[in-house]
């Protein structure tokens, strides 16, 4: 049998796995629980995601999640504070608007979830946590009894060990948070700012990144140089080729199993997302 493209499939999957976690971002199910607890929809998905990591402090979160703005992880910290409420409720107000919402908009991932879950723990239970402190932190969570949910929490893993190993290369090539989204703004073709607007950062903040960006010859005036893209793409390839390890590890055939299973239902995730935010969010399950 030939080598597996061990690449192509972490290209492939990749789209998948972020399909598979991010449109809870959104969902009404989970802003309206997050409301509930006393947080608007984007600083509840904050609380939620940063449950792990919030004991290590907002500053910790901030290097984690490397383009969300600064002044939102502060103000979910401000606002749990000040709602006497927790980052674990949050937590577990997600969990719930997960399995409905998966139940409810892409009942054909149920199975593959479950059926998937334990080899995928499996994986899990072997990457490194080197240098990844937000895949770390959801590693040492109570996996869930709902064996859906399991899965689910298996795969975010496997996001957050992405994610983790892409800020690890964006800061290897000497970029910013800030840099690195207006750098992927212009990768995807968005109308300039778009992203990094969409995750909060002010105008002052973007117009730094510009003009540091300018600095390094990677922009030009109002535009990022094709030096400024090219360096983007060259970040994608070199996360795919850093991340090949967990398809090595869960194996051809089952590798090959999670592009079949999975793809169709993701598109009615990512139809969700384009319902419930808008087709411009969820960058990475975009096909440029």
């Not at 703005?69 to 000040?82: C, K």
């Not at 000497?174 to 690195?180: D, H, K, V």
Request: net charge negative.
């Amino acid at each position: 049998m030939d080598t597996p493209d061990w690449f192509a499939i972490t290209h492939r999957n990749a789209r998948s796995v972020q399909t598979t976690v991010g449109w809870i971002f959104w969902d009404p199910g989970a802003v309206a629980r997050y409301e509930a607890l006393g947080l608007p929809g984007p600083l509840g998905y904050i609380a939620a995601r940063a449950a792990p990591l919030a004991p290590a402090g907002p500053e910790a979160v901030e290097a984690a999640f490397g383009s969300i703005s600064p002044l939102g992880i502060a103000l979910a910290f401000d606002g749990i504070a000040q709602q006497g409420t927790t980052f674990d409720a949050f937590w577990h107000a997600r969990d719930e608007a997960v399995v409905e919402g998966l139940r409810g908009y892409a009942p054909a991932i149920v199975d593959p979830l479950i059926e998937l879950g334990p080899p995928l723990w499996e994986v899990v239970q072997q990457l490194p946590t080197v240098g990844r402190p937000l895949y770390a932190s959801h590693h040492r969570m109570p996996v869930p009894d709902d064996p859906l949910l399991s899965g689910w929490h298996a795969v975010n893993c496997i996001r957050e060990w992405r994610g983790d190993t892409h800020w690890a290369i964006v800061a290897a090539n000497g970029l910013s948070g800030i840099e690195a989204t207006i750098l992927h703004n212009a990768w995807l073709g968005y109308d300039r700012d778009w992203l990094p607007t969409s995750r909060g950062s002010t105008p002052h903040d973007t117009e730094q990144g510009w003009a540091s960006l300018r600095a390094k010859g990677l922009a030009d005036g109002d535009a990022v140089t094709p030096d400024g893209v090219a360096l983007r793409q060259h970040i994608e390839d070199e996360t795919d080729r850093r991340t090949t390890l967990v398809w090595e590890l869960l194996g051809r055939e089952r590798s090959l199993a999670f592009a079949r299973d999975f793809e169709p239902p993701c598109e009615l995730l990512l139809e969700r997302v384009d319902i419930t935010a808008g087709p411009n969010y969820q960058p990475a399950s975009r096909i440029r």
